[in-house]
C-alpha cells in the first residue's frame, strides 16, 4: 500500500513548483531580457530591487555558458543558482504563510485580511491541493457572509470550481453554511457562468 502524502507535504509540493515559477519570473527572464540585449557582456544586471542577498548574474554569461565558459564563469553561474535554489525555498515558505493566512482570513469571515491578501497577487482561485477547496467554498461553508462579499466584489471568483468531492461553492452554502440565500445566489452565478461557457452544470460531475 503506497502511503498518502500528508497535507504538509502537499503543500510543499505544491508552493515549491509555483516558488520555481516565480522566481525564474523575478530574477532569471530579466537576466535573460539582458542577455539578448548585451551583445559584448559588459553589462551586469541586477535580477530585482528586492533581490538582496543574490548575486549578481552576467547577462552574457548566460549566453557564453553553452560555448566555452571558463571557470570562474562556472562558478559565478553555480553560485547564483545555489542563491536562485534558496530563493526559490524562501518564496515557497512566504507562499505557504500567506496560503495558511488566505484561507484562515476565509473561514473566520475577516473581509479585510482577505481583500488585503488578494490585493498582494495571491490567486483568488486558489485550490487547498488536499481538499480542493477555495476560499469562496470555505465562506460559503462557513456562512462568512463578508468574507464572501469581498470575493464576489474581487471579480475574480470561478464559480465552477469544485472541491474534492465534486461539491460546489452553492452546495457547502447549504450543506454546512445553512444559508439558502447564499446557496441561491452562487447557484445563480453558477448557472450564468456555465451557460456563458456552454457548459451543462450538474450538482456532481458524473464518473466517467
Known sequence: MIDQ???????????H?????????????????GADED???????????????????SPALLKRYAEN??????????????????????????????????????????????KAIMETGFPVNYQDPVTGETAL????????????????????????????QGRLASELAYLYGRDPAVARLLGIKERKQADANGIRLTRRPKDK
Do not use: W
Open 137 to 164: 467554498h470555505i465562506s460559503a461553508g462557513c456562512q462568512a457572509r463578508k468574507t464572501l462579499r469581498v470575493l464576489l466584489k474581487f471579480g475574480r471568483c470561478d464559480f465552477l470550481l469544485r472541491d474534492k
Open 5 to 15: 502524502p500528508s497535507q504538509k507535504e502537499s503543500l510543499q509540493a505544491y508552493f
Open 69 to 114: 565558459p571558463t571557470n570562474q564563469e562556472k562558478e559565478d553561474l553555480l553560485r547564483t543558482i545555489m542563491s536562485l535554489g534558496q530563493a526559490i525555498e524562501d518564496t515557497a515558505d512566504e507562499m505557504i504563510s500567506l496560503r495558511n493566512d488566505f484561507m484562515t482570513a476565509a473561514k473566520r469571515g475577516n473581509a479585510k485580511r482577505l
Open 39 to 57: 551583445e559584448h557582456g559588459n553589462a551586469m544586471k541586477s535580477f530585482a530591487p528586492d533581490a538582496s542577498g543574490l548575486e549578481m548574474l
Open 17 to 33: 513548483e509555483a516558488a520555481v515559477d516565480e522566481v525564474f519570473k523575478r530574477y532569471v527572464e530579466p537576466a535573460l531580457k
